[in-house]
């Protein structure tokens, strides 16, 4: 949803706000063509595909990875992307006020570490911290992109943020049903990042400049605001994931953590709009842009949306790796649907964004297809198991069976297929109209928190969602099993338990799984709809704003 001044092709690149705001004077371009720029150019591409890569690999990997390494239930922290979110913030106003090619080295690093373990850890709990690590250090290049590219690229070559953009996700996921063939051998998915990061980022980072020292009266780190924004972010992950595992949602030290949580996000929000403890140019947010109704609902809508594009791409392959039942290769098969669909989406997002009319029109009728296709995926018609005859949904609400519905099945794929595409497509772009750098398009900071906000929420609540209700419902149906055993039945068909069980319990141990996974699409669909209202109100101001200013856009 951004608005692109047509006039001007070379204003289709990347200005984050923030960084007009606070560019210096002596700002150094790469010229137009040469080494470094070449160098460069790579470097985006490679950057954009490794932070895809990142996201798409736990969604191929996560059942095989809580099936070897043991304590399945503490899956949600493979996706919650507590570390980005929390330090996101942080790592950003470090690029202003520092050196940035030192702060995108320090993520570098960072990414590798946390790669490297995932890569060769033996327990789940490496895995997390590992993930966590190299979350932080991806989304982290992340960020230095877009101040690397509007700081010393040319601009007429700033585009080339947006196509890398398109191609790299574009790629990243028509190699995840590759990856999650894989299988036992999961772990060179996590190896080939290392090789394809050190073989070539490393010539791209020598070529960047380091770019001037900013003034001093921009030069500290907003710390009270830094420890306001990250800490809750903790909490609350920590609060969510362990309701789905040890505690319930209202058990004291859920509620606790809930409590403080929320209390330290009050004081951000009043530390931010007051200036309190740091000057306006210190603090992490441009909160005075929130008071503009436009960037408000465009705030809300990409943190709405994105809940729903991250609850579609975790859950649905999640739920065709632990409920269909199929072997990697037919999984793999059975997502091709929805990767199709995906990545068809995704381009035509890119080769329609400088059309705001067309850009916009498609993504509602995405949001609103994800609508339908998340209702869908709640019904038991489309979430029974394959290989259970007679099954219990069957017989209860008469059905039919999930064998004659696998068409259902794929036409569900192709519409959360679209609606993913199209959202992170929106997600990822952030265009500012070269004739007014001081409209209202949201900074890059503010964007960037409302989509970190929004994966975290559909990949973490999301997650406790089915632990909670899978766990419960597996102690109460096998009272008798041990911790261990039901740990597994959680992964369902993927979980190596579920095979030594007979047949009937086979059976419920599916349609209560199957249940629990169910809900998870229930915050999807609140979310799209909303998605749905809110870029309709955004497009009703941007109209009577065009009005206004009598500049009727087609």
């Not at 608005?3 to 606070?22: A, C, F, K, R, Y």
């Not at 570390?83 to 993520?107: D, H, W």
């Not at 800490?231 to 319930?248: E, K, M, N, Q, R």
């Not at 406790?464 to 096998?478: C, E, Q, S, V």
Request: neutral net charge; charged residues 10%; aromatic residues 10%.
């Amino acid at each position: 949803m951004a608005l692109v001044n047509n006039n001007d092709e070379t204003s289709l690149h990347i200005i984050p706000l923030d960084v007009i705001e606070d560019r210096a004077e002596d700002e150094v371009i790469l010229p137009p063509w040469g080494l470094k720029l070449f160098m460069l150019n790579a470097g985006v591409v490679v950057v954009c595909f490794l932070h895809a890569l990142d996201t798409v690999i736990p969604v191929h990997l996560q059942t095989v990875m809580g099936d070897q390494l043991g304590y399945a239930e503490a899956l949600p922290w493979i996706s919650a992307g507590m570390g980005a979110f929390a330090l996101a913030l942080p790592i950003g106003k470090l690029y202003v006020i520092g050196n940035k090619r030192a702060v995108f080295i320090f993520c570098y690093i960072n990414y590798l570490c946390g790669v490297a373990i995932c890569g060769g850890t033996p327990t789940m709990t490496g895995a997390i911290v590992g993930r966590v690590w190299a979350a932080i250090g991806s989304t982290g290049m992340r960020i230095g992109l877009f101040y690397l590219v509007e700081g010393v690229m040319p601009r007429g070559n700033r585009s080339v943020y947006q196509i890398a953009s398109v191609f790299s996700w574009a790629v990243a996921f028509a190699l995840g049903s590759f990856i999650g063939m894989l299988g036992s051998s999961w772990r060179w998915a996590f190896y080939t990042q290392l090789i394809v990061s050190i073989g070539v980022l490393p010539p791209m980072i020598m070529r960047l400049p380091p770019g001037p020292a900013r003034t001093a009266v921009n030069e500290h780190l907003d710390t009270v605001g830094t420890m306001f924004s990250s800490v809750p972010i903790v909490l609350f992950t920590i609060a969510s994931v362990y309701a789905g595992i040890v505690d319930h949602w209202m058990g004291p030290t859920v509620v606790l953590l809930f409590t403080i949580g929320g209390i330290l996000t009050l004081a951000f929000m009043l530390q931010q709009v007051s200036d309190i403890f740091a000057t306006a140019q210190e603090r992490h947010l441009n909160v005075s842009q929130l008071r503009n109704r436009e960037p408000a609902l465009r705030f809300a809508l990409v943190g709405l949306s994105t809940v729903v594009a991250w609850i579609v791409i975790f859950y649905y392959p999640f739920y065709l790796y632990a409920i269909r039942g199929g072997s990697p290769t037919e999984t793999a098969r059975d997502l091709l649907t929805f990767v199709i669909a995906l990545i068809v989406a995704l381009i035509s997002m890119g080769v329609i964004h400088h059309k705001p009319g067309y850009y916009r029109c498609l993504y509602i009728f995405a949001v609103a297809v994800g609508v339908i296709g998340c209702v869908f995926m709640s019904l038991p018609l489309f979430v029974s198991p394959p290989h259970s005859k007679p099954r219990l949904t069957d017989r209860i609400q008469g059905r039919m069976g999930a064998e004659d519905s696998k068409a259902g099945v794929y036409a569900c794929g192709l519409m959360l297929g679209v609606t993913a595409g199209c959202i992170i497509h929106a997600g990822l772009a952030a265009y500012q109209p070269e004739s007014d750098p001081g409209g209202v398009t949201p900074s890059i900071s503010m964007k960037l928190l409302s989509h970190l906000a929004g994966s975290w929420f559909g990949a973490c609540v999301g997650g406790a969602i089915y632990m909670t209700t899978a766990k419960a419902g597996l102690r109460a149906l096998f009272p008798d099993l041990s911790a261990e055993a039901r740990d597994s039945l959680v992964l369902g068909t993927a979980g190596h338990f579920l095979a030594d069980l007979g047949p009937t319990d086979r059976k419920l141990a599916l349609e209560l799984l199957a249940g629990g996974l169910k809900k998870v699409w229930y915050p999807a669909m609140v979310a799209s709809g909303l998605s749905v209202v809110l870029a309709m109100l955004v497009q009703v101001c941007l109209l009577a704003r065009l009005v206004v200013e009598g500049d009727v856009v087609g």
